[in-house]
């Protein structure tokens, strides 16, 4: 039985390590492509792997556009949106779990009924009050309509249903605020659940391109998604500068899931369902 739970958890690890091998093909095509020559793309004539290594695509990413604000644009607007849904959806959660009030079940089924609803419905209707608001074309249209998320507030209510209300009811008899219980209490308990719903968030931002696509328009305006398509030519796409603008765009959504990776394994095992 020992040597049949050994030959079993090798095959498994085995056929975790082929599939793990075989999606970040894609992924080191792109970075060794972002050293290639566009012809040699274009062609194919160079292989997998650059015969001539060269800088000139991150050049020209530098050179022809104004990247680094680009980079600055979308690191502020993901920052705001991650730690405004964080902070949201915290205080939501907690309002939902441990508070009763009035109507509390259907505005809870309705914030729910949100998240079965695709964007592309409520685009129009969006861009319509962001036009009326005079904010197209401004970095507060792509951080307003990400304030709030219902998937947020659902996933911090069940976290915090789990948490015990004798320990909270202790905290109050010490004389300890509602504010005090949010900081103190509440939300190193739910961190790791924290950690992982801020690494969605920021990713999710950070690579949003449709609601930026419709809103900016002035290029000293634009997010890092939209480099993709300013670097497309009319006529000729110059793959190199494209692939080296691609590659500085991962990077920083790598470090932050580098830096937060053991909570977000953690939120996401502690799932806090019932």
Same mark, same amino acid.
């Given at each position: ?57 991150? #050049?020209? +990413? ?16 993901? +920052? ?21 009030? #009035?109507?509390? #079940? @259907? ?16 685009? %129009? ?37 789990? %948490? ?19 900081? #103190? @209490? ?27 696509? %419709? ?8 997010? *890092? ?11 000729? *796409?110059?793959?190199?500068? +494209?692939?080296?603008?691609? *590659? ?5 959504? %790598? ?20």
């Amino acid at each position: 039985m020992r040597r049949k739970n050994v030959w079993l958890d090798t095959a498994v690890t085995a056929l975790l390590a082929v599939a793990a091998c075989v999606m970040l093909v894609p992924y080191l095509w792109m970075v060794l492509s972002s050293f290639k020559s566009n012809m040699d793309i274009i062609s194919g004539s160079g292989g997998f792997w650059p015969k001539h290594p060269s800088l000139d695509g991150y #050049r020209t +990413v530098f050179a022809d556009a104004p990247f680094g604000l680009w980079l600055l644009n979308s690191a502020v607007t993901s +920052v705001i949106i991650t730690a405004a849904t964080l902070f949201t959806s915290a205080l939501a959660g907690y309002v939902f779990a441990k508070h009763q009030f #009035r109507g509390k #079940r @259907i505005w809870f089924l309705l914030i729910l009924a949100t998240m079965m609803i695709p964007f592309q419905v409520i685009m %129009i209707p969006t861009y319509l009050i962001t036009a009326k608001l005079g904010l197209v074309n401004n970095l507060a249209a792509i951080v307003l309509p990400n304030l709030v998320s219902s998937y947020g507030v659902f996933l911090a209510k069940q976290f915090i249903e789990e %948490i015990p209300n004798d320990l909270l009811e202790a905290a109050r008899i010490d004389g300890a605020g509602e504010l005090k219980l949010m900081v #103190r @209490i509440i939300a190193p308990l739910i961190f790791p659940m924290l950690s992982a719903l801020g690494i969605f968030t920021f990713m999710n931002a950070w690579n949003n391109y449709l609601w930026p696509l %419709i809103v900016l328009n002035d290029t000293e305006k634009m997010t *890092v998604p939209l480099a993709l398509v300013y670097f497309n030519g009319t006529h000729v *796409v110059n793959y190199n500068v +494209v692939m080296s603008a691609a *590659v500085l765009i991962t990077i920083p959504v %790598i470090v932050v899931f580098l830096i937060f990776q053991k909570q977000f394994v953690k939120g996401l095992t502690m799932t806090g369902m019932k």
